[in-house]
């Protein structure tokens, strides 16, 4: 029976043809309108190997750069502390345990109240400690370089490379050894009242300050 829509009849023998046409049409026409996706940089590797990712996806190394330093195991400024006689952290466990360094005390000179007496012998103790670790810091730089040209070369052995690491391991020892002692000298030259302001003008923790120094 036809269907009819207000005055016009329609067969639905008819009407499914109609259908059976538009169906495709519409179809390819929706499938036109959909967003192409583009390629990304996620989805073109551009050329790049697989060996080329896995370089580029490998940390760097914090030890990169140090290859071009004159001396691979000592920095421009570690050079220059060493041949300056420069403490470099070395008498961290005096300075911070209430043992000043006659350096930093010239420096607060004025703050700690100095006496004349106080200030020629901290500036006798600081003369002497820069005479004394000086040529340990050059040393220092001298061996290291000869360890460093040993690799270099290719010409490190076992016993060459004991003899070397010995050398410079007993330097170091000495110099550390000196900056402690004139730590320690220092020390004996001021008040504990001294001592403690120090501290305190160096920003240390307060209450932990050793009473020691001169009665």
Known sequence: MPLSYGKTDIDPECLERRMERICPLLFAVALAMMPVRSA???DCHCGISHSQE?????????YAGMERRAVKALSEQQI???RAGRGMGLSLPAELNGYPGPAHVLELGDELHLSNEQRSRAKALYEAMQTETIPIGERIVAEETVLDGLFA????APTSLQAASSRIASLQGDLRAAHLRYHLAMSELLSPEQIVRYTELRGYAAGRHHQHGRQ
Not at 54 to 61: D, E, G, K, R
Not at 153 to 156: A, C
């Open 54 to 62: 896995q370089v580029a996806a490998t940390p760097t190394s914090p």
């Open 40 to 42: 990304s940089a996620e």
């Open 153 to 156: 070369e290719k010409h490190v």
């Open 80 to 82: 220059a502390d060493l």
